[in-house]
């Protein structure tokens, strides 16, 4: 069985193109550009609660990094260095091949370097920090929501949560095992957006966190908001509004923003859609039916509850 230090060597130490110093000695070394701010999240993932027993390694790798990238997509920063904290139950060979595979395919395509990390025994656990750069003062904030911007939201929701209930659905698999982080979208979005967020626990808990940050209200129509296709009229509720994972982008704008939004779906390839608009007013998101009248906000996923 390999040693610690042979799982590091093994899997761990592709060498860092944009790092002063990576993985190998007591603390890599980085240099943000000038002019930049480092923007830095960390997640943490534990099998059973945030992806499944025995689930696929290669995904694993894909998801443990690309959570992190969609942070940095919501801060509209570009990602460039991560450390990957790793509990493995054993030194599993073909495990460790497929996740590094996952992990570096993922990486490579958006120039980020893995630059250290730290590797034990342990029931399995991936923790992956990230470092971005953003030029200093323009990060998206979730705090920067005014009354009568638009509320917008990239790509589709409710995939991945409709996967934990129809595995089968290929689509939606893949909508929660390898999600696609909207970092080119997030990085265009700088000086068009004044708030934003990712999708990580369900859409209306989501935008909550921008209300409550920005002290304004929202007025959102559920026939706008872009679905993944699930035929069942609850399900589709739940999925989209409560349903965890998606890695979209929620995000606010002024109505000047509109049309420089509406031209970054073609370059990036994401669609972009507006959904409703921020009011002044306590920070409840209001949502409306095609009538116009209330539909109730379940409660999104929550770690604690
Ligand atoms: P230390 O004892 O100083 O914590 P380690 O022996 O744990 O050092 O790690 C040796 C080197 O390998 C360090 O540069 C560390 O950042 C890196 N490293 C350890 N585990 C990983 C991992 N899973 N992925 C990437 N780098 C790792
Ligand atoms: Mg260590």
């Given at each position: 069985?390999?040693?610690?230090?042979?799982?590091?060597?093994?899997?761990?130490?592709?060498?860092?193109?944009?790092?002063?110093?990576?993985?190998?000695?007591?603390?890599?070394?980085?240099?943000?550009?000038?002019?930049?701010?480092?923007?830095?999240?960390?997640?943490?993932?534990?099998?059973?609660?945030?992806?499944?027993?025995?689930?696929?390694?290669?995904?694993?790798g894909?998801k443990?990094?690309?959570?992190n990238?969609?942070?940095?997509?919501?801060?509209?920063?570009?990602?460039?260095?991560?450390?990957?904290?790793?509990?493995?139950?054993?030194?599993?060979?073909p495990?460790?091949?497929?996740?590094?595979?996952?992990?570096?395919?993922?990486?490579?395509?958006?120039?980020?370097?893995?630059?250290g990390?730290?590797?034990t025994?342990?029931?399995?656990?991936?923790?992956?920090?990230?470092?971005?750069?953003?030029?200093?003062?323009?990060?998206?904030?979730?705090?920067?929501?005014?009354?009568?911007?638009?509320?917008?939201?990239?790509?589709?929701?409710?995939?991945?949560?409709?996967?934990l209930?129809?595995?089968?659905?290929?689509?939606?698999?893949n909508?929660?095992?390898?999600?696609?982080?909207?970092?080119?979208?997030?990085?265009?979005?700088?000086?068009?957006?004044?708030?934003?967020?990712?999708?990580?626990?369900?859409?209306?808990?989501?935008l909550?966190?921008?209300?409550?940050?920005?002290?304004?209200?929202?007025?959102v129509?559920?026939?706008?908001?872009?679905?993944?296709?699930?035929?069942?009229?609850?399900?589709?509720?739940?999925?989209?509004?409560?349903?965890?994972d998606?890695?979209?982008?929620?995000?606010?704008?002024?109505?000047?923003?509109?049309?420089?939004?509406?031209?970054?779906?073609?370059?990036?390839?994401?669609?972009?859609?507006?959904?409703?608009?921020?009011?002044?007013?306590?920070?409840?998101?209001r949502?409306?039916?095609?009538?116009?009248?209330?539909?109730?906000?379940?409660?999104?996923?929550?770690?604690?509850?």
């Amino acid at each position: 069985m390999p040693s610690e230090f042979e799982i590091i060597r093994r899997y761990f130490s592709r060498p860092a193109r944009s790092a002063v110093l990576g993985v190998g000695d007591d603390a890599a070394l980085l240099a943000p550009a000038v002019g930049c701010e480092l923007a830095v999240s960390t997640d943490l993932l534990l099998e059973g609660r945030h992806f499944a027993v025995r689930a696929a390694p290669r995904a694993l790798g894909h998801k443990a990094l690309a959570v992190n990238l969609s942070d940095m997509a919501a801060m509209g920063a570009t990602p460039r260095w991560a450390t990957l904290a790793l509990a493995l139950p054993a030194a599993d060979a073909p495990w460790l091949d497929a996740f590094a595979e996952g992990f570096y395919a993922l990486a490579a395509r958006y120039g980020v370097d893995l630059v250290g990390g730290d590797t034990t025994r342990g029931p399995l656990t991936l923790c992956v920090t990230i470092f971005g750069e953003v030029p200093a003062g323009q990060a998206l904030l979730r705090s920067g929501a005014r009354p009568g911007d638009d509320v917008w939201v990239s790509g589709e929701l409710g995939g991945a949560a409709f996967a934990l209930e129809h595995p089968e659905n290929a689509a939606a698999a893949n909508r929660l095992h390898e999600p696609e982080p909207r970092v080119a979208l997030g990085e265009r979005l700088r000086g068009l957006a004044s708030a934003a967020i990712d999708v990580s626990d369900g859409f209306a808990q989501d935008l909550g966190h921008i209300l409550e940050r920005s002290g304004v209200g929202a007025e959102v129509r559920y026939a706008e908001l872009p679905k993944f296709p699930i035929r069942d009229a609850a399900l589709e509720r739940r999925c989209v509004l409560a349903g965890g994972d998606d890695y979209e982008l929620a995000f606010t704008a002024p109505v000047a923003a509109r049309a420089g939004i509406e031209a970054l779906a073609g370059p990036i390839g994401v669609a972009v859609t507006r959904v409703g608009a921020i009011e002044a007013g306590p920070a409840r998101l209001r949502l409306l039916d095609a009538q116009g009248h209330d539909l109730d906000v379940a409660p999104g996923f929550d770690h604690f509850a």
